[in-house]
C-alpha cells in the first residue's frame, strides 16, 4: 500500500503537558501524579473530560456553586476520555448527590497558572468519577505548549505526501486551537478520542493507508496495536509504564524523529 497516515496523540505525545491534580480526599495538589494512572490503579473510575472554556465559562462561575448545578443549568456536554471499565451510561445523574463546587476547580486553575508561566494551551478541566459510587475524587486542570519542531514535522510529512491526523482524549476546542496554532485542518482532527475510539480511528483509515500511531500512555495502547506501526515518544520525560513499552515497535525521545522512521 503507498498511501501513508499517521495519527499524532497529542497531550505528551506534541504538546509538552503540565497538570495540576486535587486529590479530594486529601485536599492535595500535585503536578507529577498522572490522571491516566489514577484510572488504571483504581476500579470502576472514569477520567471525565468537560468541554467548557476554563476562562470564559469555569473561572467566571460563582465558585461556591455546586458542579451539578452548573453542568445542568448550562447544559454543559461531558466526555469520558479514559476509564478502567466500559460505561455506557449518562454521567449528569451520577453527580446529582456530589457536593464539589467550582471553587475545586478554580483552585486547580489558579494552581497551574502560578506554577506554569510556559502554558501556550489550555486543554481544560475534567474530574475522576468513582462509578462505584459516584464520588468525585480528583479534579484536574491542565495546559501545555506545543513541542519544538511538530510544526517542522507536520509541514515535512505533507510535503512527503504523508496524511497526518490527530485523535486525542482532550477538550474539543482546545483540539481546534491546536490544529489552528500546528497549522492542520480540522477534517485531519478527532475530537475527544477515548481509548476505543482511537483504535477504531487506525482501524478504519487502514482501509486506505498504510498507518503510524504515535502516542505516549496506556490510552494509545489499543490504537498501538491496530496501527502498521507503533511508535512511543518520551519527550514528555514522564514515566512510562511497562505495558506501553511492550506494545511499542518503536521508541524515541524526540517527536522530530518520527520524520527518520521509514515505514
Same mark, same amino acid.
Given at each position: 500500500?503507498?498511501?501513508?497516515?499517521?495519527?499524532?496523540? /497529542?497531550?505528551?505525545?506534541? &504538546?509538552?503537558?503540565?497538570?495540576?491534580?486535587?486529590?479530594?480526599?486529601?485536599?492535595?495538589?500535585?503536578?507529577?501524579?498522572?490522571?491516566?494512572?489514577?484510572?488504571?490503579? $483504581?476500579?470502576?473510575?472514569? &477520567?471525565?473530560?468537560? @468541554?467548557?472554556? /476554563?476562562?470564559?465559562?469555569?473561572?467566571?462561575?460563582?465558585?461556591? =456553586?455546586?458542579?451539578?448545578?452548573?453542568?445542568?443549568?448550562? #447544559? /454543559?456536554?461531558?466526555?469520558?476520555?479514559?476509564?478502567?471499565?466500559?460505561?455506557?451510561?449518562?454521567?449528569?445523574?451520577?453527580?446529582?448527590?456530589?457536593?464539589?463546587?467550582?471553587?475545586?476547580?478554580?483552585?486547580?486553575?489558579?494552581?497551574?497558572?502560578?506554577? #506554569?508561566?510556559?502554558? @501556550?494551551?489550555?486543554?481544560?478541566?475534567?474530574?475522576?468519577?468513582?462509578?462505584?459510587?459516584?464520588? $468525585?475524587?480528583?479534579?484536574?486542570?491542565?495546559?501545555?505548549? *506545543?513541542? %519544538?519542531?511538530?510544526?517542522?514535522?507536520?509541514?515535512?510529512?505533507?510535503?512527503?505526501? $504523508?496524511?497526518?491526523?490527530?485523535?486525542?482524549?482532550?477538550?474539543?476546542?482546545?483540539?481546534?486551537?491546536?490544529?489552528?496554532?500546528?497549522?492542520? %485542518?480540522?477534517?485531519?482532527?478527532?475530537?475527544?478520542?477515548?481509548?476505543?475510539?482511537?483504535?477504531?480511528? *487506525?482501524?478504519?483509515? =487502514?482501509?486506505?493507508?498504510? *498507518?503510524?500511531?504515535?502516542?505516549?500512555?496506556?490510552?494509545?495502547?489499543?490504537?498501538?496495536?491496530?496501527?502498521?506501526?507503533?511508535? &512511543?515518544?518520551?519527550? @514528555? @520525560?514522564?514515566? *512510562?509504564?511497562? =505495558?506501553?513499552?511492550?506494545?511499542?515497535?518503536?521508541?524515541?525521545?524526540?517527536? $522530530?524523529?518520527?520524520?527518520?522512521?521509514?515505514?
Amino acid at each position: 500500500m503507498d498511501k501513508k497516515a499517521i495519527v499524532f496523540d /497529542i497531550s505528551g505525545t506534541l &504538546l509538552k503537558r503540565c497538570r495540576a491534580v486535587k486529590n479530594m480526599k486529601t485536599g492535595e495538589i500535585s503536578e507529577e501524579i498522572s490522571s491516566l494512572d489514577i484510572v488504571d490503579q $483504581i476500579k470502576d473510575t472514569a &477520567l471525565v473530560v468537560l @468541554q467548557a472554556d /476554563i476562562k470564559k465559562c469555569l473561572l467566571l462561575a460563582p465558585p461556591e =456553586k455546586r458542579l451539578y448545578d452548573f453542568l445542568k443549568k448550562y #447544559n /454543559i456536554k461531558m466526555d469520558i476520555s479514559y476509564s478502567s471499565s466500559d460505561i455506557d451510561y449518562e454521567l449528569l445523574p451520577r453527580l446529582k448527590g456530589s457536593n464539589v463546587t467550582l471553587d475545586e476547580f478554580h483552585e486547580t486553575a489558579r494552581y497551574l497558572s502560578k506554577k #506554569n508561566n510556559f502554558i @501556550q494551551l489550555c486543554s481544560g478541566s475534567a474530574f475522576i468519577l468513582n462509578t462505584a459510587n459516584n464520588e $468525585i475524587e480528583y479534579i484536574i486542570t491542565a495546559g501545555g505548549k *506545543v513541542f %519544538p519542531n511538530v510544526s517542522k514535522v507536520i509541514e515535512t510529512l505533507k510535503g512527503r505526501g $504523508i496524511k497526518t491526523f490527530i485523535a486525542s482524549g482532550d477538550r474539543a476546542k482546545s483540539l481546534k486551537e491546536f490544529a489552528e496554532i500546528i497549522d492542520l %485542518p480540522m477534517e485531519n482532527v478527532f475530537e475527544t478520542a477515548d481509548t476505543k475510539r482511537k483504535a477504531e480511528i *487506525v482501524k478504519d483509515l =487502514k482501509d486506505e493507508y498504510k *498507518v503510524m500511531m504515535v502516542g505516549n500512555g496506556p490510552n494509545d495502547i489499543l490504537a498501538f496495536k491496530k496501527a502498521d506501526l507503533a511508535v &512511543l515518544t518520551l519527550e @514528555q @520525560q514522564e514515566k *512510562v509504564s511497562q =505495558k506501553v513499552f511492550d506494545s511499542a515497535d518503536i521508541v524515541i525521545n524526540k517527536i $522530530i524523529e518520527v520524520l527518520d522512521i521509514d515505514f
